[in-house]
């Protein structure tokens, strides 16, 4: 395989990465915390935002994702698929007051 085939394949496991990554933002967007609590709506619009940004790297930047760029991108959604069972079915609580001292 020669590095152009690596880079390639590189660049296609990156964008296939990240979107997934902007499917769970997307999922997560439509969630009620979300509708309720504007840091959280900012949280997952800019997560979508750079994860698109970062999977059409090769079309809007003109270069070609690192390895590093294609783990992190795997962390990123990993993380994401770790956390999608708390985001099931849960009705958006308000914080917990802390008790006055």
């Known amino acids: 395989m ?4 690596t880079q390639q394949l590189l660049a296609m496991l990156n964008l296939v ?3 997934g990554t902007a499917w ?3 999922c997560r967007l439509n969630s009620d915390i979300c509708r309720r ?6 949280r997952y619009t ?3 935002t750079g994860a698109l940004a970062h999977g059409a790297q090769p079309l809007l930047f003109g270069s070609l994702p690192g390895v590093a760029g294609v783990i992190f991108s795997a ?3 990993a993380s994401l698929l770790l ?3 708390r985001w099931r079915g849960v009705d958006a609580q308000p914080p ?3 008790p006055c001292s």
């Open 24 to 26: 769970a933002c997307i």
């Open 17 to 19: 990465l990240c979107l």
């Open 37 to 42: 609590w504007k840091l959280a709506r900012m």
């Open 2 to 5: 020669t590095t152009w085939d």
């Open 75 to 77: 962390g990123v959604f």
């Open 83 to 85: 956390g999608a069972e």
């Open 96 to 98: 917990a007051v802390p």
């Open 46 to 48: 800019l997560l979508l």
